[in-house]
């Protein structure tokens, strides 16, 4: 199998205007070669134009782009050197499985036997060695996809760039790819672009998550990272669930949460008041009279893996949300009105200016 050499991709303060509107401001990032990184971010925050300026098929109004040591900045699409896979399968319907994947090698002018032996490898890869003569129509969207993703991948490129997909398929589908594709794209060592607004599949697929609001970078780090150190509220609230309660900060430096009186738990804010945050795991419901906070259980939701509980705290506003796995749920044996203690964390919290 051939094997691809992932490049290095440098993007130095992009910035894209359409208009009056600034749809990138200031973006930075240098991604390794063989790294899979996702740009996560809600809708309209500027994924799809990022991807777009790296792809060539949208103009930067500022700052440079880096290919290996290439200045790829003013270099039109088919200079550049990389595959790409979008939401909307785009396969060509005329084509055959076989053809389609051939399509890219045939325009580049290899020679027939070796496109044929490319091909033959990457339907191998993508588990489609039986459907090479069927056309588009003839395939579930599962299958489309995979496709398309070996007709992105038969040249050879240094990147590959995916704008969101997996989301036209099923959830089943959609799990059942993500590995599949993650499992190609280690085995090729292809640098990798994810574009996507769903956290569980950026979380689960990426070395390293890029997680972009209103045109700008919030965050870059490793899943983990962003999940346990978000650095802004913005990060905090997107990633996951997570408690804010907002408290003034004490005479001497320290912060009320609940009765506890605790240390800043980090430098980070300097305002009046500060935004202390905690997850729904993080929290421990305990029988009444156990040194936590009097707190009544408000809803209980099931969600196979643990029961989700919106409690209400004395003294903490709003509702907190916390997560009880099942065995302490049966042992407690938790219901809608049921008074217990509430035990916040007080180590690992994350605190930001109010
Ligand atoms: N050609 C264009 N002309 C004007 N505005 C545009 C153009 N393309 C994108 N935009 C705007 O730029 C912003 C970013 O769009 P973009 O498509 O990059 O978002 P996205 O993060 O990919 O969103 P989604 O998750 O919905 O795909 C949006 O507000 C969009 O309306
Ligand atoms: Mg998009």
């Known amino acids: 199998m051939q094997q691809n050499c992932g490049s290095r991709l440098q993007l130095q303060a992009i910035h894209k205007r359409f208009g009056h509107f600034t749809a990138l401001d200031d973006i930075h990032l240098d991604i390794q070669p063989g790294e899979l990184v996702c740009f996560l971010g809600p809708s309209g925050c500027g994924k ?12 930067q109004s500022s700052g440079r782009l880096l290919q290996g040591h290439r200045d790829i900045s003013m270099l039109p699409p088919r200079q550049r050197d990389f595959g790409i896979v979008f939401q909307s399968y785009a396969l060509f319907p005329n084509l055959s499985v076989q053809d389609n994947i051939a399509f890219g090698l045939r325009s580049l002018g290899q020679p027939k036997a070796q496109i044929k032996q490319r091909v033959d490898e990457l339907l191998a890869l993508i588990g489609l060695a039986d459907q090479a003569g069927k056309y588009p129509a003839q395939l579930s969207g599962g299958q489309q996809q995979r496709v398309a993703l070996a007709r992105a991948l038969a040249p050879a490129p240094g990147l590959l760039l995916l704008d969101e997909p997996l989301s036209a398929l099923d959830a089943r589908v959609r799990g059942h790819l993500r590995k599949e594709i993650r499992r190609l794209q280690q085995q090729l060592g292809v640098t990798s672009i994810l574009v996507t607004h769903d956290q569980e599949e950026a979380l689960t697929m990426a070395d390293r998550v890029v997680v972009m609001n209103h045109g700008v970078i919030e965050q870059v780090g490793t899943p983990e990272q962003i999940y ?9 609230e997107f990633i ?40 729904p795991e993080e929290v421990q419901l305990l029988p009444r009279h156990s040194g936590g906070l009097p707190a009544c259980i408000e809803q209980l939701e099931f969600l196979g893996t643990f029961l989700r509980a919106r409690v209400r705290v004395a ?22 009105g049921q008074q217990l203690d509430a035990h916040l964390p007080t180590v690992n919290l994350r605190c930001y200016a109010a």
């Open 48 to 59: 799809t134009t990022l991807l777009r300026i790296i792809a060539g098929l949208e103009q």
């Open 228 to 236: 346990r150190q978000p650095a802004t509220p913005f990060v905090a």
């Open 240 to 279: 996951g669930a997570m408690n804010f309660i907002d408290s003034p900060r004490q005479a001497d430096g320290k912060v009320r949460l609940g009765a506890t009186l605790l240390d800043m738990p980090q430098a980070a804010s300097q305002g009046a008041r500060v935004r202390l945050a905690f997850r």
């Open 315 to 336: 003294g903490l506003e709003p509702l907190l949300t916390v997560d009880v796995d099942p065995r302490s749920a049966l042992h407690l044996h938790l219901h809608v």
